[in-house]
T-cell receptor, first 114, second 112 residues
Framework: KAGVTQTPRYLIKTRGQQVTLSCSPISGHRSVSWYQQTPGQGLQFLFEYFSETQRNKGNFPGRFSGRQFSNSRSEMNVSTLELGDSALYLC?????????????FGEGSWLTVV | ELKVEQNPLFLSMQEGKNYTIYCNYSTTSDRLYWYRQDPGKSLESLFVLLSNGAVKQEGRLMASLDTKARLSTLHITAAVHDLSATYFCAAHSTSGNTPLVFGKGTRLSVIA
């Protein structure tokens, strides 16, 4: 079966611009989480969604936002991009949150801010 | 607040040797995950450990969970070069509606 699909895979943006990243979870999975990965900070939690509701939000500024649609697909948006937002953004999906199911990660979206 | 610590952070080991990566977490957890990440790639799920004393094995990797000690281990048996990667553990706290928290990862290099 298809895995977690993230688009775009690579993108370069200029400071001050905004970006939208998309995630399609595995079919039947209703829980979607987003993580930011950088060499210095490691994997940091951004958001968690389940059935279109945000269950958790990480310690990121309000420039970072997200949402989940009725088909479980999710998007995250970063506005007013800063150089420090350059990172690998990973989306993860599972059947339900905290149920002990395997959590699958997508290939990620590599964002470079210049 | 749940904190997850892995050690060592860097590990260089010879082919054929055994070694263990340790994952300690600060508050009670009932779900412990191990992932592998190759350079430039995403996270590949290795194990999900759900109860005290749980042990799972896949090939040369074996993971275990001791919830009383708040410790999980990933044991590597007779390492081969293909196991070179970064290994992450992650945990869910039992208290509250908290997200998955990751350790900083252990970068493993297996050399001939």
């Amino acid at each position: 079966k298809a895995g977690v699909t993230q688009t775009p895979r690579y993108l370069i943006k200029t400071r001050g611009q905004q970006v939208t990243l998309s995630c399609s979870p595995i079919s039947g999975h209703r829980s979607v989480s987003w993580y930011q990965q950088t060499p210095g900070q490691g994997l940091q939690f951004l958001f968690e969604y389940f059935s279109e509701t945000q269950r958790n939000k990480g310690n990121f500024p309000g420039r970072f936002s997200g949402r989940q649609f009725s088909n479980s697909r999710s998007e995250m948006n970063v506005s007013t991009l800063e150089l420090g937002d350059s990172a690998l953004y990973l989306c993860a999906s599972s059947l339900e949150p905290r149920a002990g199911n395997t959590i699958y990660f997508g290939e990620g979206s590599w964002l470079t801010v210049v | 607040e749940l904190k997850v610590e892995q050690n060592p952070l860097f590990l260089s080991m010879q082919e054929g040797k055994n070694y263990t990566i340790y994952c300690n977490y600060s508050t009670t957890s009932d779900r412990l995950y191990w992932y592998r990440q190759d350079p430039g790639k995403s996270l590949e799920s290795l194990f999900v450990l759900l109860s005290n004393g749980a042990v799972k094995q896949e090939g040369r990797l074996m993971a275990s969970l001791d919830t009383k000690a708040r410790l999980s281990t990933l044991h590597i048996t007779a390492a081969v070069h293909d196991l070179s990667a970064t290994y992450f553990c992650a945990a869910h706290s039992t208290s509250g509606n908290t997200p998955l928290v990751f350790g900083k990862g252990t970068r493993l290099s297996v050399i001939a």
